[in-house]
């Protein structure tokens, strides 16, 4: 995970049927707050459901922006799968529900439904299999349980390492391609297990990755001027003195832009790759 830099383009639907739409939930919600809410001995299934219009915020122009923004990348494990995948529009607060003591607790945060501070685009996997309803809270007190406390929302002590709104990489690093709480920090740790950032297929995509890397920098290494690095690389590779030149050269190209944040796994390849690190 990297911080998000969101544009301040926030796709005109979300400013028209998005506060629409928010304006009806919190109607609909002051109406009957209890109807809504969780409680012992009722039933989740009994309680009203307030709807929630997917085609707001699921709209391509909020999905565009968000893939935009975030540089093709799942917010969460910063995979690239935008060619052979479509990727969901996750909220970062929940919209429906949270999970407690493995519990479904409604409302969710449905007054953020469609709001763009609130929205994130990540894989199918990382949103479906991992995150899901989850929103830990460090403390229970700090709970803003509907629209009427939101101005209490900035005082909420959330687990999860929000993106959006502080940088992930002071929280979490790599080990080689093995992402790790820094200090072992709870936020850290908690938020690795939630987003499923240590699955196995991961850290493999993200192994074959580094291991690319340390190739690229190796060969970025091979100083052109060099005539006798030149002539060895040249029976090394079995390349031609032109090839070997256009081969440094990319290699080069490729090694010294992998930490930018328009690349996968940006975190990992910042925390393995000092040197990549600028000011
Ligand atoms: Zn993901």
């Known amino acids: 995970m990297i911080k998000i830099s969101k544009s301040n383009n926030t796709p005109q639907t979300?400013?028209?049927?998005g506060i629409a739409g928010k304006i009806r939930l919190c109607q609909e919600?002051?109406?009957?707050?209890l109807d809504y809410t969780s409680r012992?001995?009722?039933s989740n299934k009994k309680l009203k459901k307030l709807v929630i219009d997917n085609s707001i915020y699921g709209d391509t122009t909020v999905k565009e922006q968000l893939i935009t923004d975030q540089n093709e990348k799942c917010c969460f494990c910063e995979a690239k799968f935008t060619a052979t995948s479509y990727g969901d529009v996750e909220h970062f607060r929940p919209k429906k529900a949270y999970k407690k003591d493995r519990k479904l607790i409604y409302p969710g945060y449905y007054w953020l439904s469609y709001d763009w501070n609130n929205l994130l685009f990540s894989c199918e996997k990382c949103n479906r299999s991992f995150k899901k309803n989850e929103?830990?809270?460090?403390?229970?007190?700090t709970r803003v349980n509907n629209h009427n406390e939101a101005h209490n929302l900035s005082d909420e002590k959330h687990t999860?390492?929000?993106p959006i709104a502080e940088n992930p990489e002071h929280f979490i690093k790599f080990n080689q391609h093995i992402p790790v709480a820094i200090d072992n920090n709870e936020r850290g740790t908690?938020?690795?297990k939630t987003f499923g950032l240590d699955r196995a297929e991961l850290n493999n995509d993200r192994l074959e990755y580094l291991n690319g890397?340390?190739?690229f920098k190796k060969i970025s290494d091979i100083d052109d001027n060099n005539e006798e690095r030149i002539i060895h690389a040249m029976a090394t590779f079995e390349m031609s003195r032109t090839e070997i030149i256009e081969f440094i050269k990319t290699a080069k190209n490729l090694y010294e832009n992998a930490a930018k944040k328009e690349n996968r796994f940006t975190n990992m390849v910042r925390s393995n790759f000092?040197?990549?690190i600028k000011n």
């Open 274 to 276: 000092l040197d990549l």
């Open 213 to 215: 890397l340390k190739i």
């Open 190 to 192: 908690t938020s690795i």
């Open 40 to 42: 012992q001995n009722i």
């Open 160 to 162: 999860l390492i929000n």
């Open 29 to 33: 919600y002051n109406l009957a707050p």
């Open 14 to 17: 979300l400013l028209d049927k």
């Open 135 to 141: 929103f830990p809270l460090l403390d229970d007190e």
